[in-house]
């Protein structure tokens, strides 16, 4: 009789564990495993933080303002590259070059910045200055630069006009001068360099 009974016990268990190795893996009547599909890489934003969709879309320039504001859209209409803030750190630097040179009496150095014009003026006053054997006046600080007002006349040739305020001196006196510059550039060449047409005294 127990023999009996181990015997059963152990067709049970054998039973049992058919059973879980069976009911334990995998059968085609199960659902498939989900299956995650990876996020699409975000767009690119550009620098004012717009997300840019697709191909890349051209930038709205934002209008310009100011006394000088239809004359920058009339240049910005013939060159694309046009930016108020651009020219005035061009021309901030073209003021520094050419009081400097004119100090220095570098010719050359002139004749790369201005026109045929202001060169003819500078060229003068050099030869005038080194004869009578003055100290020239030097920048010291460039207090500020703004644009006036701009223009294009119908030959393409753009004008823009830029107000400076700075301090020079000579070693022993102290000078504040205010003027208007003019500086000039064909819209129909590639030349992206602009030439100091005319200076005048501001009121």
Do not use: C, H
């Amino acid at each position: 009789m127990q023999i009996d009974l181990i015997i059963l016990a152990a067709i049970a268990v054998f039973v049992i564990s058919r059973l879980y190795a069976v009911l334990g893996q995998k059968t085609g009547a199960e659902p498939p495993a989900r299956r995650y599909r990876e996020a699409p890489a975000r767009a690119p934003e550009r620098e004012d933080g717009a997300v840019v969709e697709g191909e890349d879309r051209p930038r709205i320039r934002a209008a310009f303002t100011g006394p000088a504001a239809a004359g920058m859209e009339a240049i910005a209409a013939v060159d694309a590259n046009f930016a108020p803030d651009d020219f005035v750190k061009g021309a901030r630097r073209a003021y520094e070059l050419i009081v400097g040179a004119f100090a220095d009496g570098d010719r050359d150095a002139l004749k790369q910045l201005v026109d045929d014009d202001v060169m003819e003026v500078y060229a003068a006053a050099i030869t005038e200055r080194e004869k009578a054997a003055t100290e020239p006046m030097r920048l010291v600080r460039l207090r500020q630069a703004r644009i006036v007002d701009a223009s294009v006349d119908a030959s393409k040739m753009a004008r823009v006009e830029v107000s400076f305020e700075s301090e020079l001196s000579d070693g022993d006196n102290m000078r504040q001068a205010k003027e208007i510059w003019t500086f000039k550039r064909s819209l129909n060449t590639q030349d992206p360099n602009w030439l100091l047409d005319e200076v005048a005294t501001a009121s």
